[in-house]
């Protein structure tokens, strides 16, 4: 089981991270609570010196790598009080029942254990949220599983730098040494996520890498789950009711959705569908001169968007609301200002090959779609899966009364077919880190679209449930003991009762 | 999307089952139930005529197969009862809070939706509760998902005879056509299982044909969600004490467990460390005359088995206690009666290549442990994944109080990194359908941990959470609105408070 192809500083890690594991996951929850916080408190205090390096590395602003560094020690924070709830582990107890309608059922209690050593590769986009001590190594660690970080080539120095302030923080309040750890480079990832100890693969990056590496965990001796956000272009509807209502709002809206952080989300609005004819595009074009440009990360994504960018302009039937452009500097650096083009349906049709996949920068189409079409099968015809899909309406069609309200509900059926969160009247890019939220859909812009990684359930993608079957109450898991020491929400089961029939909620 | 290399037949089985999908994922609550309680109804009306025929198929004996039926109809009853209840929904809500620790938070709201068509694969073991209308189909059918069964070729006649019911029940109800389908042969599963409009796939069998399918699944355009439920040694830790408490009871316990049904079952204990020179063998030899010959499923099975037990029995340093055998039938039939054999841990380890496979039969290994074994470290010298493991402990040592209470602690906590159900004083075998149970277990007693096949949460291996964002409530699932018109349970997250913290049920 311990054969390893690895280099000794890979062995040493992986060992390092399986040595860790059982003590881990045998702190109590308000232990593991305070290695959240202890990195949420460390990350803020290096806010100053790391958000440096960070513009430096990925050309995002100060702005939003202030935002970004918040937001990633409030998640962390977030996780300390995920784990201390207790309810993520699903408790449950099913107390003995001689009566029971299959003959006498024994005491079952169920809770959920931490899977063991993860493997997160980072996102270059996000070099916070979703890097080193982003969203996945928050959730890993809540979890009680020790991680290894591979960062991504976008931001080594800025990787390095965080991973020495989470090293001192866990350092600070004694936990086990090998929880934390942090690789640099591909072929490192893919021979770490081989490796018969790590137990699951988190990620977030491109379709083409996402398949890789989603397809050597399907393919180990021991397979295991691998949590791959890809792609998405998340698609956008716009009643005409709502032009009429506040065309000017949608299209300062989608301008500011579609430009932020050079558009280099994967929630970014990719397509709009409009009724032909009406008043957005011109709204759009009317508010280009709100923003600014913004340098995109590295050269190679520069490149490939103008080339991306290219292409679509020179659609037949694509026309440019706005051009925008990518302006390179000495440095190879790419800074693009944002595009929007609008295309009938007809064309968009005719050259859909070429127009429907994902930009990855501040691009994006609004399809001009003919009065009668079917929107509901518009997404199908084009898409399988996608992060989110938005629906834009008019305070009077909110009522769900309008002599639209049976189109809309199809539309909203057929969106939560292929996407994870449905929106109405807002934008998909900044999402919400609550316990409801769902970042994750069908593929491709998930690889698992039963888990999210944003939000607290994120937490379940490192977790496995265990029965307890009949066992005496000093053999018991804390979660699972009748006087509750926890505190958490234990699902009861009484006796004289079948299935989940009347049960109750303690704790 | 819809390409296919389906034959003609299998071509109109699954174009059925997707046009079914979004009629009978419409279906409120309580119709859905409607249809799982006829399906229930129904099968115990028949179960006189479909007994006779699956003891023809199979050999298993009318009282096991008349309570297979029985468990069978109530499984799917309480299936309805899970649906009722809606708590498999994990509705939550978040409410929009514009002071919430990141910023103003919109109203986020998730829910769980059907995957769409599921392929299930029968077990040969099980004829009714893991076959046409078992565990799978029954929460495919509660998850709201139309499904295809594979019938296994162990038991065509039956399979066909059982679909018939299930038909003319869905009739009598009014279900949508083509909500269930069955199909024969290996190749026509392989082909349903490869078509894009298949979400998910369900099995029980080995550990070569689940290897098999799970990578097809995984390696599909979309890759899709694959529970395969494959092979299990089910290890059994005795202690002394429990021995000298209660020799004759564990032996008989044992050999019941061991002998019913053949042996064939998928929770069979393989393995029963015992301490060396206990009085474990001789009282299981002296419980030898409680059980009589028993027919194995098919000849391949038997032969197979057979072939096991003379590899088992030629091991150097194995002993039969109860020596058993196979006795062959002019029509090639096998008739088993139960083998037990000891081994030191010494000879064990020598032979382990030979001894550690699962004997899929009436066969078991009581493997003697020298004083001073350590019991935690056993099972991952042999095995990665197990479906349970068991500990028969004494009274005085069930209160965690003896001397040996740290170690039998380790030993537990091996388990449960082990195994989807640790067990203390009873039997593997018998697993009741009730909400807190596991059945499964880390790879390759399964092919996906996170999940059960037995029990109501295995509803969930057919669902995927959606998040509904700012949506009016004219256009929200019923499972998401405030006046709660399901009365099912919903985690409120109000205004004013971050994270899981301070959620509560309500309904």
Known sequence: MTESTLTPELEAVVAGAAAAAPAYAALTPAERARVLVALGDALEAAKPRLVEIAMRETGLTEARLNGEVTRTAVQLRLFSETVMDGSYLDARI??????????PRPDIRRTHVPLGPIINFSASNFPFAFSVLGGDTASILAA????????????????????????????SVGAPEGVFNLIHGRE?????????????????????IGRLLTDIAAARPTPIPFYGELGSVNPVFVTAAAIAERADEIASGLLTSVAGSAGQLCTKPGFI??????????????????VVEHRLLDPRIAQSFNERRDTILATPGVTAVIPGGVRFDDAGHGWASPTVVSVSLEDFRAG????????FGPLTILVETPEGTDLAALMP????????GTIHISADEATGTTANATELRALVTALAKQVGRVLFNGWSTGVAVTPAQQHGGPWPATSNDAST?????????????VAFQNTPAAFL???LRDENPLGLPQAISPAGQSGDWGSQYRG
Chains 1, 2 share one sequence.
């Open 94 to 103: 099913d107390y003995a029942d001689p009566e029971f309608v299959l003959g």
């Open 144 to 171: 009680g599983c020790p991680v290894i970080v591979k960062a991504h080539s976008g931001h080594p120095e800025l990787s390095d730098a965080t991973a020495e302030v989470a090293r001192e923080a866990l350092r």
């Open 188 to 208: 490192a990832g893919v021979a770490v996520l081989k490796d018969p100890r790590i137990k699951a693969g988190s990620f977030t990056g491109s379709i083409g």
């Open 273 to 290: 569908f409009v009724p032909a004819g009406s008043a957005l595009p011109a709204a759009v074009a009317a508010a280009a001169g709100e």
């Open 352 to 359: 859909h090959q070429g127009l429907v996949e994902e930009a």
């Open 381 to 388: 015809e084009f898409y399988e899966g996608n992060l989110s």
């Open 453 to 465: 990684s944003v939000g607290t359930s994120a937490i379940k993608r490192f977790l496995r449930p």
């Open 477 to 479: 898991p804390e979660a």
